[in-house]
């Protein structure tokens, strides 16, 4: 989609009700969804983080950026994510964890991103987290300068293809819930995409396909 048409939609995303948990199971394992079911973030008392997702144009096109992350000795080896990180006290909100991180992570000033929408809390079991997702834009190109430590690819996501039903897809997988289950998953530039990423990019999806066609209808 052409950046300057997708601008024209991002008012109408604004007063677009979250599906969260209905969007969040569509990619979740079934051993996921036993789970959602019976949370209790009062007795997991989680770590909070936040991540932006970032939407920005590339050759006139509508892009989102995802990155790889590093291989290290944890939960979200070698995953798909979105720039975002770990809520610190000096923030002054979650917002800020969300803009700050995408900084220290793929080195996008803050000043460039205008964020327009928070999306439902995801909660991430291994790793005890919930994390607070927002929508932003950048109206200009963007560079990207990754942080060696924590980022080892950036993923740059036409929006065109992020929409197109035949990215996802279910394979086999080791999980925290157990060996080879079952997993829906996007299918992005040859990474799977799934887990609590795959469910977040469930729920924007389904905000935006929302947003494009009662716009069309409109029309």
């Known amino acids: ?3 300057q048409d997708f601008l024209q939609y991002v008012p109408n995303l604004i007063p677009v009700e979250l599906p969260a948990v209905s969007a969040h199971i569509k990619m979740a394992p079934k051993e996921r969804i036993e789970a959602l079911k019976n949370l209790d973030l009062k007795v997991e ?3 909070i983080a936040a991540v932006m997702m970032l939407f920005y144009p ?3 096109k509508t892009h989102l950026v995802l990155i790889v992350r590093n291989a290290y000795n944890g939960v979200h080896s070698s995953q798909i994510a979105f720039p975002g990180g770990k809520y610190e006290i000096t923030d002054l909100d979650y917002k800020e964890t969300a803009l700050r991180e995408t900084q220290e992570e793929v080195g996008v000033a803050r000043d460039k991103i205008e964020v327009i929408k928070q999306f439902t809390p995801m909660y991430i079991p291994p790793s005890n987290f919930l994390v607070h997702p927002f929508l ?4 200009e190109e963007l560079l990207f300068y990754p942080d060696i430590r924590e980022v080892a690819d ?6 065109s293809v992020f929409l197109n039903d035949e990215i996802i897809v279910e394979t086999t997988l080791s999980t925290s819930y157990g060996d080879n289950i079952l997993v829906p998953a996007f299918n992005i530039q040859n990474h799977m995409v799934w887990g609590a ?3 977040i990019l469930s729920e924007l999806r389904d905000v935006l396909k929302v947003t494009f066609e009662g716009n069309l209808q409109k029309q």
């Open 45 to 47: 008392n989680p770590r």
């Open 136 to 139: 932003g834009i950048s109206k």
């Open 58 to 60: 590339k050759n006139k």
């Open 197 to 199: 990423t795959a469910m």
């Open 154 to 159: 950036i993923i740059e996501l036409p929006l």
């Open 1 to 3: 989609m052409d950046f």
